[in-house]
């Protein structure tokens, strides 16, 4: 399974961002697809997750409210909507890919990574 991260770039306090993650290769529906960040310094953290075959998600509690994950599965691709963005979100974004199981943590549980996208949010 590969996945390819994009999406990410400069923008302001407020502002919106969407991230996309195409997968590709040998995916399949029961899979877990999740977003993670990691901020210089800092460890991985969860940012949400979505089931592919049924589309429950899951979100961090700094992110709720503010962000949505989504699927489209004629496309294989997940999103992750970002809105009302904080300085305090910036980070490398990763999506992966979870073979088994449905709990959204922790990161090491998942199988496979993108290469991750990078988000800056100035103030």
């Known amino acids: 399974v590969q996945l390819q991260a994009s999406g990410g770039g400069l923008v302001q306090a407020g502002g919106s961002l969407r991230l996309s993650c195409a997968a590709s290769g040998r995916t399949a529906s029961s899979y877990l697809m999740g977003w993670f960040r990691q901020a210089p310094g800092k460890e991985r953290e969860f940012v949400a997750a979505?089931?592919?075959?049924?589309?429950?998600?899951h979100y961090s509690d700094a992110v709720k409210g503010r962000f949505t994950i989504s699927r489209d599965n004629a496309k294989n691709t997940v999103y992750l909507q970002m809105n009302s963005l904080k300085p305090d979100d910036t980070a490398v974004y990763y999506c992966?890919?979870?073979?088994?199981?449905?709990?959204?943590?922790?990161?090491?549980?998942?199988?496979?990574w993108g290469q991750g996208t990078l988000v800056t949010v100035s103030s």
């Open positions: 979505i089931s592919w075959s049924s589309g429950s998600t």
């Open positions: 992966a890919a979870k073979v088994s199981g449905l709990a959204p943590r922790p990161f090491y549980e998942y199988d496979y």
